[in-house]
């Protein structure tokens, strides 16, 4: 009977040793599933974020045009006012000229509106201006 006993008790300690082995495999298994459930993540997030920077990339791009854009045609408003501000001093001043009437503010809104172009226009208006006498001839 005692070595009936010694081989139940030997087999008991197997199958022990076999539910321990199995459920440190299931353990094993466990984690293992785990670490490629949060490898898929980490790479679908990656490719979220690249998305998202191609996107952001994208906008940047397109909002810097806007901004030259903007920019242009804000420069352009700018000349075509500056422009017309000179036009409507030549005809003031003109006008004036032609009336006989005192030139000094007309004289003083034509040197105003040349001052804000940057041309090459700029300073012929600007000499021309500042030979004419601000009021009447002198006799």
Do not use: Y
């Not at 000349?79 to 005192?102: D, F, N, R, Y």
């Not at 003083?108 to 000499?127: F, H, K, N, P, Y």
Request: no cysteine; glycine share 6%.
């Amino acid at each position: 009977r005692r070595p009936a006993n010694e081989t139940a008790e030997r087999f008991r300690g197997l199958l022990r040793q076999h539910q321990q082995m199995a459920a440190e495999v299931r353990d094993i298994e466990v984690k293992q599933a785990e670490k490629r459930t949060m490898l898929r993540f980490s790479e679908a997030w990656l490719q979220e974020r690249l998305q998202r920077i191609g996107a952001l990339d994208q906008i940047r791009v397109e909002l810097a045009a806007l901004h030259m854009a903007h920019k242009a045609r804000a420069e352009q408003q700018h000349a075509s006012h500056i422009s017309h501000a000179v036009s409507m001093s030549i005809l003031a001043l003109s006008e004036a000229i032609e009336k006989g009437a005192p030139l000094g503010r007309h004289v003083a809104a034509l040197q105003a509106a040349a001052t804000e172009r940057s041309d090459s226009d700029t300073g012929i208006v600007l000499a021309a201006t500042g030979s004419m006498p601000s009021s009447g001839v002198p006799t």
